[in-house]
């Protein structure tokens, strides 16, 4: 504690010496869990809300990187070659300055944890608690690719770096590098940063003003999107050239006007925790009108009084566990925002009848191979738990499949308000689980609606009218039976059911609950990697069995009201 009390001294000095400004909080350490936190202090309630304030000067982007004296060169050739990307730049900058022994940054960088709850720091005993879940194969591949990139890239760049700074001693880890890149990930904000801020030159010459206050809310909010890490998704070059850049659909720096947008990590305001009740708000000040420091980040209360000593904690966005877990390292019991992710293996579309031509009408369609299904969708379902909160869907989903039926001679299924799946992902199942006398159907309706010479092509909406006149609900629903029965045994064949995890929770609840930290005998407390691995995939069961049950319900509709139509 007398070590962690001085490494946090350090830290607020820094802060203090670089322009921050603690106006009505504190930053205290909490626990070896949560690490150091930020705490409302007896000024908590200030007119204006404003808690604490950072210059943009003291953010860690890839800017700064770029413009860095130790790395700003060798990472300009590479950038400007395409070598490298927006966050490779921060994960190397990271990597390099945690081993050097004069870093400026080292009250910043000697306050962020040393190691981290994702599935990447866990033991091999604690990884295969995910076995069955989709981030046991993503953490696999995700700690693979990291290795390439470390042996292939990463460990002589930083070896050669170190030595242009004059230390020729210090060794460099994979571990290293698999911590600068945890600290990008739980850390980074994605900030609408001035026009003027990211190009001072070029604001100059045009002589532009600006007054820009851009909400977090606005934002991907803390932290990026998992999508990216577990697809791998490269990025194109940065926009510190003034262009818009989009890698493969994953935006890092956007030119919007007098904003741009960067991913980048903020001392101080990146120690806020995040809570599903936020009782704050970061912000970005352009001119200095609400903080009075110009091209400064602030966070702002959004409570009209806190209690002294309260902890202060931020939304990170509506996340399910299975993006706490990956990004972050921890896990929300009964998560509101979980969902579960099913899909289609792209690979397996060879191996089906006429793989061809239905591999062309799922191109035609925009088709979506995998669909993400919230947990409030169940609240619109055939089971709700409670009654629906947002009534006004059924009717949009009424109109949609009413379109769907643009010959007339299918009838809207009576259920269509009760069904819960996107329609996007119910086409591509039923272009997959199509019979050849729908193919050919598809074709005649696509062929009248077009002509033969073929003047035009179809649009993927009228595609996929023609499917559903053709298909059905029968075929799409009884494949998403299939796939949800897949996913239920994957998950179950190493760790059981849900009530298996159920049963593994409660006695961890006993076994703390009856003797804290101190466990005598045979009884042992689980690590809170092994928890947070259990949490998530009942959580993650749950859904499943909750979804199965609506898909079946679905199905043994559909093929009731084709039976009785056809009669």
């Known amino acids: 504690?007398?070590?962690?009390?001085?490494?946090?001294?350090?830290?607020?000095?820094?802060?203090?010496?670089?322009?921050?400004?603690?106006?009505?909080?504190?930053?205290?350490?909490?626990?070896?869990?949560?690490?150091?936190?930020?705490?409302?202090?007896?000024?908590?309630?200030?007119?204006?809300?404003?808690?604490?304030?950072?210059?943009?000067?003291?953010?860690?982007?890839?800017?700064?990187?770029?413009?860095?004296?130790?790395?700003?060169?060798?990472?300009?050739?590479?950038?400007?070659?395409?070598?490298?990307?927006?966050?490779?730049?921060?994960?190397?900058?990271?990597?390099?300055?945690?081993?050097?022994?004069?870093?400026?940054?080292?009250?910043?960088?000697?306050?962020?944890?040393?190691?981290?709850?994702?599935?990447?720091?866990?033991?091999?005993?604690?990884?295969?608690?995910?076995?069955?879940?989709?981030?046991?194969?993503?953490?696999?591949?995700?700690?693979?690719?990291?290795?390439?990139?470390?042996?292939?890239?990463?460990?002589?760049?930083?070896?050669?770096?170190?030595?242009?700074?004059?230390?020729?001693?210090?060794?460099?880890?994979?571990?290293?590098?698999?911590?600068?890149?945890?600290?990008?990930?739980?850390?980074?904000?994605?900030?609408?940063?001035?026009?003027?801020?990211?190009?001072?030159?070029?604001?100059?010459?045009?002589?532009?003003?600006?007054?820009?206050?851009?909400?977090?809310?606005?934002?991907?909010?803390?932290?990026?999107?998992?999508?990216?890490?577990?697809?791998?998704?490269?990025?194109?070059?940065?926009?510190?050239?003034?262009?818009?850049?989009?890698?493969?659909?994953?935006?890092?720096?956007?030119?919007?006007?007098?904003?741009?947008?960067?991913?980048?990590?903020?001392?101080?305001?990146?120690?806020?925790?995040?809570?599903?009740?936020?009782?704050?708000?970061?912000?970005?000040?352009?001119?200095?009108?609400?903080?009075?420091?110009?091209?400064?980040?602030?966070?702002?209360?959004?409570?009209?009084?806190?209690?002294?000593?309260?902890?202060?904690?931020?939304?990170?966005?509506?996340?399910?566990?299975?993006?706490?877990?990956?990004?972050?390292?921890?896990?929300?019991?009964?998560?509101?925002?979980?969902?579960l992710m099913v899909h289609y293996p792209v690979e397996a579309i060879e191996s089906i009848p006429f793989s061809d031509s239905k591999s062309q009408l799922l191109e035609a369609q925009k088709a979506e191979m995998r669909c993400l299904l919230p947990k409030s969708l169940l609240d619109h379902g055939f089971f709700p738990a409670g009654s629906p909160k947002d009534k006004g869907k059924d009717t949009c989903k009424v109109d949609q499949t009413c379109n769907y039926s643009w010959s007339g001679q299918r009838k809207t299924p009576s259920y269509v308000n009760k069904l819960v799946f996107p329609e996007i992902f119910l086409t591509t199942l039923r272009t997959i689980a199509m019979r050849e006398d729908e193919l050919f159907k598809v074709s005649s309706l696509l062929e009248e609606l077009v002509g033969t010479g073929g003047e035009r092509q179809p649009s993927d909406a009228e595609v996929r009218a023609a499917v559903w006149e053709a298909c059905g609900d029968s075929g799409a629903l009884q494949l998403l039976v299939d796939l949800l029965h897949v996913k239920m045994t994957d998950l179950e064949e190493y760790s059981g059911t849900e009530d298996c995890d159920t049963a593994l929770l409660e006695q961890e609840a006993h076994i703390t609950g009856s003797s804290g930290d101190t466990v005598n005998g045979s009884c042992k407390k689980m690590s809170r990697n092994k928890w947070c691995s259990i949490v998530y995939r009942r959580g993650q069961k749950q859904l499943t069995r909750l979804f199965l049950k609506e898909a079946e319900h679905a199905l043994q509709l559909s093929l009731s009201e084709e039976s009785a139509n056809q009669s």
């Open 1 to 339: 504690m007398e070590e962690a009390s001085a490494r946090l001294e350090r830290f607020l000095q820094w802060l203090q010496v670089n322009g921050a400004e603690l106006r009505a909080c504190n930053i205290k350490y909490c626990h070896s869990n949560k690490g150091s936190a930020v705490y409302s202090s007896n000024h908590a309630s200030a007119s204006d809300g404003v808690l604490l304030v950072v210059s943009l000067n003291l953010a860690i982007t890839p800017m700064r990187v770029l413009q860095d004296p130790l790395l700003g060169s060798e990472c300009r050739a590479m950038f400007t070659e395409g070598e490298v990307d927006d966050r490779f730049l921060m994960n190397l900058f990271l990597t390099v300055e945690r081993l050097r022994k004069n870093s400026s940054w080292k009250p910043y960088l000697d306050m962020l944890p040393t190691t981290f709850g994702n599935p990447l720091w866990f033991t091999d005993d604690e990884l295969l608690e995910l076995r069955g879940t989709t981030l046991y194969r993503a953490t696999e591949l995700q700690k693979k690719s990291l290795l390439s990139l470390y042996n292939g890239k990463v460990k002589d760049l930083v070896k050669k770096l170190l030595v242009l700074d004059g230390d020729s001693e210090s060794e460099v880890s994979f571990d290293d590098f698999l911590w600068a890149n945890s600290v990008f990930w739980t850390r980074a904000l994605n900030i609408p940063l001035p026009h003027s801020f990211v190009f001072p030159q070029i604001n100059e010459i045009q002589d532009n003003s600006l007054s820009m206050e851009k909400s977090s809310e606005a934002s991907t909010g803390h932290g990026c999107s998992k999508e990216d890490m577990i697809n791998g998704k490269d990025v194109q070059k940065s926009e510190v050239k003034g262009k818009d850049i989009e890698g493969n659909g994953a935006e890092l720096m956007s030119v919007q006007k007098d904003t741009v947008w960067v991913e980048g990590l903020v001392p101080g305001i990146d120690f806020c925790n995040h809570d599903l009740k936020a009782s704050a708000t970061w912000e970005v000040d352009g001119t200095g009108s609400v903080t009075g420091v110009p091209f400064s980040m602030y966070l702002l209360s959004v409570q009209s009084s806190f209690s002294i000593e309260k902890e202060i904690c931020i939304s990170y966005g509506n996340k399910g566990n299975e993006e706490l877990l990956y990004l972050y390292g921890f896990v929300i019991d009964n998560n509101p925002d979980d969902y």
